[in-house]
């Protein structure tokens, strides 16, 4: 049986009572399943429905490996939409109340290009962004990911729906190629599983039916 208390990871006491707090009780299945692994360093190609928990299994997994203390962008999550970026960068930012001073800035298309140029130059631990948008900031010159340790593809199918294979290999090719790959699909189609293929090292798969 995989044990379902957050208790069983090795996780702050500080992440411990903020995931209380947050009345995160017990992990989810998908939880269960891929946080061990993803606190390992491990790959993950990870199948699960919407309303699982995958934001906050990939966000405790980014954050519970995070160096607070180096102020570089350390994690990178790509998003198929502004709203589910919006969405995960809130998550992540719950999750990380109880880290002191950990930086997460969002960087979607549709609004200006301008103040992200400025928030940029502050800095960030962790960007959220969708594609189209992180690709122009990689071609200004204004997002550099040599520090980058992790990369999450959330909604993979997703983004390959919306055409953003192209700039999606933009951006793996920015990326360290040492790094750890966190893939997340709501169904498993033959580009989802070239992407693996190409991005992703010995990744292991998980597959959850049920949402809780
Ligand atoms: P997904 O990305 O899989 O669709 P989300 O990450 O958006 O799902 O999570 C769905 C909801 O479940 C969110 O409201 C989130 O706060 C909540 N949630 C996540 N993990 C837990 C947990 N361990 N216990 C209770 N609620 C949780
Ligand atoms: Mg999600």
Known sequence: MTATNFSSLFLSAEML?????????????????SLPIILQGQDIIAKAKTGSGKTAAFGIGLLAQLDVKKFAIQSLVLCPTRELADQVAKEIRRIARATHNVKVLTLCG????GPQLGSLEHGAHIIVGTPGRIVDHIEKGSLKLENVKQLVLDEADRMLDMGFADALKVVLDACPSERQTLLFSATYPDEIKKISAHCQKNPQEIHVESVH
């Open 17 to 33: 009572s903020n995931l209380e707090s947050l009345g995160y009780n017990e992990m989810t299945p998908i939880q269960a399943q």
């Open 110 to 113: 549709g609004v200006s290009i």
